[in-house]
């Protein structure tokens, strides 16, 4: 057996292939995949075989979109049978808020370049007059997607390695993993020890206990799902025009023809799932093509409902049932990229419907593994996103609820039950008990607006019901002072005499030399890409602290401990669950910080983008004056225990200035109306800092840092996207991202956040687009719900563009 690899690949499912094969065809061909037991074995083999374009997410969107482009082609490339099924897909909109639902996909759809008609329910019947559509208020039908045969698309896309090759070792259990002095892994199989500079974890069902081997973990569980074939259907037979596979929310199923039988698969919604567990949790090392015993009895309800639509198939007997393992993981997503903590230990593991998935999955992680990132963003794929939430009573909830709403929608503003609480501000219950609204963020709790007279938000594509006290909170902060709990920021110390020349090297920007300066950084990578943006506060020379959002905790702490450099004295200590945050803002804030402390806060001593430790009632304090809605105000960083005290001697001093509780609703306004960036929505792996326009955050004069060359490059040969601001005609739904930009019938750009300015009065949006329609003035079109609404781009924020009110 081969001693040595670049890459080894333990699994032999759909996603271990799909890597395979776009590693070498990227050329790494010095990559070995290696199963305990056969190709397919796992989920693979008896998987359905669904390849839906539909897709709301704009970046799973493209990975859906590539698989179904690759397997119409993939037999000829390979020789190997692939059994693509090209017959198209209708899904059902039952109701007003899904047929909104499918104009935005439809939008995705001509942002990836899939086709899809929003069809109703003649037209339905005119493509296949067999269903019932009573209740159907229209269909999203995806013309170029279909179905595949697992089997035969895995040893294709194996098949298509070997040939570049690359290396395919069968009836080989992987036992353990160790990393070496070298950093290299010594992979330790049943037939011998393989060396790898790379050890990708593509085991599927098997994904956590080969994490485990490295002191990792994924958050996933093996469902059970089943579907059932039929015997032959007389229709089937007469024709030879093969059905769509057509997804329906009214059965919680999909349904399609299978050669000349019917093929069901159902999502369960109701008690009673059950998750494939053996061993403490796992399942047995000796299983290979597992399935479970039917239960006919628990999908009985849903396949009545299919025999409603499907009268045809209603005396048909069945052939077999298929009730088999399937990853699911608690935000649906797969898990793709670095482990937490691990240089060179990657995941690809983790998904639902890895069929539709595998080949894009493959060929967007073998980019970030050969040239530092992908083409498309990542971050909602990145397994450290979870943020170390991978204990099984938070895993199980949010996965069987994620296994239950499969065809359900997901309204803007709606918050579902499952595994909440994780993480918690110790203002939690108090904030509560006034009115405050959650959603979650890394499992963080985060008020997101307060309702004051005991309404629940009504979710919604359009303005809802928190949209006047949102309102009302972005005034308190524009015209008295508002405080918000933003306890979910992550948050690390950079300590030690090495500290300074460590975060300058691997920042854009200058860190301050001075005690109490504060700088916003961005940590890129060699290719100029954004990796992560961050607040750095000078407390010493040797000592930092630095923040950064929720969900980006353990990837820029990876980021900064993976980069310090043999000899180089630095600690890096994560302090996200030590502290507790609050925000102060408004024209009066100081005015009420005034009153609860004896430092002196006037803009002399303690000028805008300074930090310094202070007391308020007996409790130690970083105050950051520093703020994400662009106000006169201060970040207070306190111990999470004494955060209440902090919260309630604010309170106290601020009654007589007005003071009120606001939510991120109310940032997210705020910031647009400040023309500030997000991280994850304007500035991505995707992006140079040129592109973004964030050159004023560039320190060339410093000498070297971690992208340099690469953002300089950029810079003098141009690029061909760029990042506007603009005023949207919006009416009463305003852009979200991932909205097309059009301009004489063609896509242009694409947005990427967006939402009303309660105190301008205007809806913002921010999109990249191509330069010609960069100019200040420039009109377009973003499709809004099936709308065309008119964005004219501005040149400055629409609030204190001079930034006299952060400055006074």
Same mark, same amino acid.
């Given at each position: ?17 799909? %890597? ?10 010095? $990559?070995?995949?290696?199963?305990? #037991?056969? %190709?397919? $074995?796992?989920? @693979?083999?008896?998987?359905?075989? =669904? ?16 698989? +179904? ?22 899904? *059902? ?40 559509? @009573? ?68 085991? #599927? ?29 007389? /229709? ?20 399609? =023809? ?6 069901? #698969? ?147 503003? /709606? ?15 108090? !904030? ?17 607006? *307060? ?20 309102? +009302? ?13 933003? $306890? ?58 630095? !923040? ?55 803009? /002399? +001593? ?71 960036? #997000? ?26 840092? @971690? ?75 973003? /499709? ?25």
């Amino acid at each position: 057996m081969q001693g040595h690899a670049r890459v080894v690949i333990i699994g032999g499912g759909i996603l271990g292939a799909g %890597l395979l094969y776009h590693l070498a065809e990227e050329g790494w061909t010095d $990559s070995i995949l290696i199963e305990k #037991g056969e %190709l397919t $074995s796992g989920s @693979t083999w008896h998987a359905a075989g =669904q390849c839906p374009s539909f897709n709301a997410d704009y970046n799973m969107a493209k990975v859906h979109h590539y698989g +179904n482009t690759l397997y119409p082609v993939l037999e000829e490339k390979t020789g190997q049978y692939v059994g693509w099924h090209g017959c198209g897909g209708i899904r *059902f909109a039952l109701t007003r808020e899904e047929l909104d639902f499918f104009k935005h996909v439809e939008g995705v759809s001509k942002l990836i370049g899939f086709r899809m008609e929003i069809i109703g329910p003649d037209e339905i019947n005119n493509i296949f007059p067999h269903v019932d559509t @009573t209740g159907v208020l229209a269909g999203a039908w995806t013309l170029d997607d279909g179905h595949v045969d697992p089997a035969g698309s895995c040893n294709a896309l194996a098949k298509g390695a070997r040939d570049m090759g690359a290396g395919i070792i069968l009836r080989n259990r992987v036992l353990d993993i160790d990393q070496l002095p070298s950093g290299e892994f010594k992979v330790v199989t049943e037939n011998g020890d393989i060396i790898a500079e790379h050890v990708v974890n593509a085991a #599927g069902c098997y994904a956590r206990q080969v994490a485990r081997m490295l002191g990792a973990d994924v958050p996933i569980t093996n469902m059970k799902h089943q579907y059932v074939v039929t015997d032959a259907i007389d /229709e089937f037979v007469q024709s030879s025009v093969e059905m769509p596979v057509i997804r329906d929310p009214y059965a919680s199923a999909y349904y399609r =023809q299978e050669q000349k039988s019917a093929l069901i #698969g159902i999502y369960e919604t109701h008690e009673g799932l059950e998750a494939w567990d053996q061993h403490g949790g796992y399942p047995d090392w000796n299983s290979e093509n597992e399935l479970f015993d039917e239960d006919i009895d628990h999908i009985l309800p849903y396949l009545e409902r299919v025999l409603e639509r499907m009268p045809i198939w209603a005396q048909s007997g069945i052939k077999r049932v298929v009730n088999g393992a399937i990853p699911h993981t608690p935000d649906a997503n797969p898990l793709i990229g670095p482990a937490v903590g691990v240089r060179n230990f990657w995941m690809c593991c983790g998904s639902a419907i890895g069929i539709a998935q595998g080949a894009g999955l493959g060929k967007y992680l073998a980019q970030w593994m050969i040239h530092g990132d992908s083409e498309i963003n990542m971050a909602g794929l990145d397994p450290r996103r979870y943020c170390g939430l991978t204990g099984e009573d938070y895993v199980r909830a949010k996965s069987f609820e994620d296994y239950t709403h499969m065809y359900k929608l997901h309204l803007p503003g /709606e918050e579902r039950p499952a595994g909440r609480g994780a993480r918690m501000s110790s203002l939690y219950d108090l !904030l509560k008990a006034k009115g405050a609204q959650y959603t979650e963020a890394a499992g963080w709790e985060r008020p997101k607006w *307060f309702s004051l007279n005991g309404d629940i938000e009504a979710p919604s594509f359009y303005h809802n019901n928190s949209f006047e006290a949102v309102a +009302n909170e972005c005034r308190a902060v524009r015209e008295r002072v508002g405080i918000l709990d933003l $306890s979910s920021f992550a948050k690390f110390e950079v300590t030690g005499p090495d500290a300074f020349d460590h975060l300058n090297r691997i920042v854009a920007n200058q860190i301050p030399k001075k005690d109490g300066g504060i700088i916003l950084a961005h940590l890129l990578g060699e290719n100029g890409r954004m990796h992560g943006e961050v607040t750095i506060t000078r407390l010493a020379q040797d000592r930092y602290y630095l !923040l950064s959002g929720a969900a980006a905790q353990h990837r820029d702490k990876d980021h900064l401990m993976l980069t310090i450099r043999d000899g180089e004295e630095v600690e890096v200590g994560d302090v996200t669950d030590d502290y507790g945050v609050l925000v102060l803002a408004g024209p009066k804030s100081r005015e009420v910080l005034s009153a609860v402390t004896n430092a002196d806060l006037s803009n /002399e +001593n303690f000028r805008w983008l300074t930090g310094r430790e202070i007391k308020i009632a007996g409790v130690d304090v970083k105050a950051l004056r520093i703020n994400y809605v662009g106000e006169l105000g201060w970040e207070l960083h306190a111990s999470m225990v004494n955060l209440p005290i902090l919260y309630q001697t604010l309170w106290v001093a601020g009654e007589a200035c007005g003071i009120a509780d606001f939510g991120t609703y109310a940032v997210n306004s705020l910031r647009l109306e400040k023309a500030y960036k #997000g991280w994850g929505a304007e500035l991505t792996n995707e992006i140079t800092m040129i592109e973004a326009g964030m050159e004023r955050f560039i320190n060339w004069k410093k000498g070297e840092f @971690t992208g340099r060359k690469a953002t300089q490059l950029r810079q003098q040969q141009g690029v061909e996207t760029q990042l506007v601001y603009a005023e949207l005609n919006a009416g009463d739904s305003d852009a979200h991202g991932g909205e097309p930009v059009m301009s004489g019938g063609k896509v242009i750009g694409v947005t990427t956040s967006g939402g009303y300015g309660h105190i301008t009065g205007k809806s913002l949006v921010f999109a990249y687009v191509a330069p010609e329609f960069t100019a200040p003035g420039t009109s377009f079109a973003v /499709e809004v719900l099936g709308q065309n609404r008119t964005a004219t781009v501005i040149d400055e924020p629409v609030w204190d563009a001079a930034n006299e009110r952060l400055r006074a």
